[in-house]
């Protein structure tokens, strides 16, 4: 797997900038890159500063069937302080936060342009609450189940559904 940049710098703008993106300019066996409009980039600089609300729809192809791994390798500014950096598989339905941890996929041969994307908060994050946050409590949905995770160990969780009906 090839490695990509997504960075947020001074003079870039969300759009092509020829002084700040870079076109995937040559797409091997297993290929990443991020996604801007109809264009792959190695290269993404994006407006500074960082937009939490910003989403970078990510790109694969994968020479064959298997299982396959996306992580970090290096961080620079927000981002080498913690700042999370979410990997949302929309197949899956799950979040990783890249900066804890490695996310492993299994995948199919072939390309695919609308499984992955970056994030930089949940949409649960809207949901907590000074005495969540306080305990670091996340929980998200990972296929049919949810994962909770804590600073702090639980005797007892309670969670309160809610769904629309019409």
């Known amino acids: 797997m090839n490695p990509?940049?997504?960075?947020?710098?001074s003079g870039a703008t969300d759009?092509?900038?020829?002084?700040?993106?870079?076109k995937l300019?040559?797409?091997?066996?297993?290929?990443?890159?991020s996604i801007?409009?109809?264009?792959?980039?190695?290269?993404q600089g994006r407006q500074y500063p960082i937009n939490e609300n910003d989403v970078i729809p990510l790109g694969?192809?994968?020479?064959?069937?298997?299982?396959?791994?996306?992580?970090?390798?290096?961080r620079d500014g927000v981002f080498a302080n913690g700042h999370p950096i979410y990997l949302h598989d929309l197949l899956e339905g799950t979040y990783t936060n890249l900066q804890n941890e490695k996310y492993t996929f299994e995948a199919k041969k072939g390309e695919v342009k609308d499984r992955f994307e970056i994030i930089y908060q949940t949409?649960?994050?809207?949901?907590?609450?000074?005495?969540n946050n306080?305990?670091?409590?996340?929980?998200y949905p990972s296929g049919n189940n949810y994962i909770i995770r804590?600073?702090?160990?639980?005797?007892?969780?309670k969670i309160f559904y809610a769904s629309k009906t019409d």
């Open 150 to 157: 804590a600073n702090k160990a639980f005797v007892e969780v």
């Open 25 to 33: 300019m040559i797409q091997g066996a297993d290929s990443f890159y």
């Open 36 to 43: 801007l409009g109809d264009e792959k980039l190695a290269f």
């Open 4 to 9: 990509i940049l997504v960075g947020y710098v």
């Open 123 to 131: 949409p649960f994050r809207m949901l907590s609450t000074v005495e």
């Open 134 to 139: 306080k305990y670091g409590l996340i929980l």
């Open 60 to 74: 694969t192809v994968f020479y064959e069937t298997g299982t396959h791994r996306i992580s970090l390798a290096n």
């Open 15 to 22: 759009n092509l900038d020829k002084d700040y993106d870079a």
